[in-house]
């Protein structure tokens, strides 16, 4: 144990911290994409396992014809629209449940992106041939946290500004009730494939921003993606409602997303310092989402149990004569 202990070295885990606030940045952009399924729609899209990975092939491919890091990107993102519009037709049109259109959407993305990569299970650039803004060049991190930074607030900006408008308005009223929202004239079916068409759109343009990070694209990238959007979602809300509470706006509660991937990446760096295998990171994953999603309900549970209640009124009953 003594041994264990000594061979931690604390200057390890410094030096592998901005590398996963990187990696959280970017991850975080995903998480605004399920956050907007998983909380404006209540749908859990598992679809973005496969888009993520498609962001991924369409930019290393786009950058190896040639293409301009940033114009490869934008494709990206087109790419993962469209992969959502698939989800949304599926769900809408052929009334096929959200969870197995999702799990269609992917499945097909497999075949898709094993296209795209040319046949290859991944593809990779020569970083030191190609001028990437995003890198995980160790000499060039501080600026590649800056600009993910920098990314993320646009995004939280544009997505603040976007659901304040009428027609973002209709798409929040969409998942918040969608029979009064249908009597209001809404079309919820195309609210629901525009929201899934932009949820995609954010992971494939995550995909693409981590593919340029790490330097290639791999089919399998996004396995497991929903889960880790998912648990910076739910870390991130719990911890913007302990520390800000009722002074918790909109525009907050997306930052706080993006937090959640950052701390998410930070505990998997922890982790992977204390020299856990790396094979039981999914577990442990798991094993985070669920404790962070049930503290909420836990929390109201302890609130109004009747054994609190009971406690309230004695006392409330005590103080009143």
């Known amino acids: 144990m003594i041994a264990y202990f000594t061979s931690l070295n604390p200057l390890a885990l410094l030096r592998a911290c901005p590398g996963g606030i990187a990696q959280g940045l970017v991850w975080g952009i995903m998480a605004l994409g399920v956050y907007l399924t998983f909380r404006m729609l209540d749908f859990a899209d598992l679809s973005v396992d496969g888009s993520m990975a498609t962001g991924g092939a369409v930019c290393i491919m786009l950058i190896m ?11 990206s993102f087109l790419a993962g629209l469209l992969a959502g519009i698939i989800t949304g037709l ?22 898709i992106n094993l296209n795209i990569l040319g046949g290859k299970s991944n593809q990779a650039i020569n970083v030191n041939s190609v001028s990437l803004r995003i890198t995980s060049n160790a000499s060039l991190l501080p600026r590649t946290i800056l600009l993910l930074a920098i990314v993320c607030l646009v995004i939280i900006g544009i997505l603040y500004w976007y659901l ?19 009597a209001q004239g809404i079309s919820t079916k195309m609210m629901t494939v525009i929201a899934l068409a932009l949820s995609n759109g954010l992971v494939a343009l995550s995909g693409g921003i981590l593919s340029q990070y790490q330097g290639f694209a791999d089919v399998n990238m996004g396995r497991g993606a929903i889960v880790i959007g998912l648990a910076a979602v739910i870390i991130g809300e719990v911890l913007g409602e302990a520390i800000l509470g009722k002074h ?36 442990l994953t798991a094993i985070v989402v ?3 999603l049930a503290v909420p309900y836990l929390q109201g549970r302890s609130k109004s149990s009747f054994s609190k209640v009971a406690k309230r009124n004695a006392k409330n009953a005590k103080e009143g004569k």
């Open 65 to 75: 014809n040639g293409w301009n890091p940033e114009a490869a990107l934008l494709v």
């Open 248 to 283: 918790l706006n909109f525009f907050l509660r997306l930052a706080f997303v993006v937090v959640g991937g950052i701390i998410y990446y930070l505990v998997y760096v922890f982790v992977l310092w204390l020299k856990f295998p790396a094979n039981d990171m999914k577990l």
């Open 164 to 182: 304040g408008t009428e027609h973002g308005s209709a798409l929040r009223a969409t998942g918040n009730n969608p029979n009064m929202s249908r």
């Open 290 to 292: 669920a404790i962070f």
């Open 90 to 111: 599926l769900h809408t049109l052929l009334g096929i449940p959200a969870i197995l259109a999702g799990i269609l959407t992917q499945i097909s993305l497999y075949s």
